[in-house]
């Protein structure tokens, strides 16, 4: 599965932003789809997951601001972000859990975008 995210920029506090990350490759294998972030000299934290029944989950601070979606006709998964503060500051990367069952047995798998920059400024 490859992932291509797009969307992040320069915004101010309070403001918004709407991340998409358009997957393809093997999609039957994505079980489900993630956005994490990365501020420099933190470690990667998860923001939302989205399975594909669509169910979802939030990390604990964007939790209320933030909202995951996807749309399985484009194979995109959107990340709508609200409220934004300076502490959301972040490269943002999309991830896809896979599964995949072959002849040789089940590959349980996780491939990465690229990561987009979400900068806002105080």
């Known amino acids: 599965v490859q992932l291509q995210a797009s969307g992040g920029g320069l915004v101010q506090t309070g403001g918004s932003l709407r991340l998409s990350c358009a997957a393809s490759?093997?999609?039957?294998?994505?079980?489900?789809l993630e956005w994490y972030r990365q501020a420099p000299g933190k470690q990667r934290e998860l923001v939302a997951t989205?399975?594909?029944?669509?169910?979802?989950n939030y990390g604990d601070s964007p939790k209320g601001r933030f909202t995951i979606s996807r749309d399985n006709a484009k194979n995109t998964v959107y990340l709508q972000m609200n409220s934004l503060k300076p502490e959301d500051t972040a490269v943002y990367y999309c991830?896809?859990?896979?599964?995949?069952?072959?002849?040789?047995?089940?590959?349980?798998?996780?491939?990465w975008g690229q990561g987009t920059l979400v900068t806002v400024s105080s």
């Open positions: 490759g093997s999609i039957s294998s994505i079980r489900a």
């Open positions: 989205i399975s594909s029944s669509g169910s979802t």
């Open positions: 991830a896809a859990d896979t599964v995949e069952v072959l002849d040789s047995g089940i590959t349980v798998g996780r491939s």
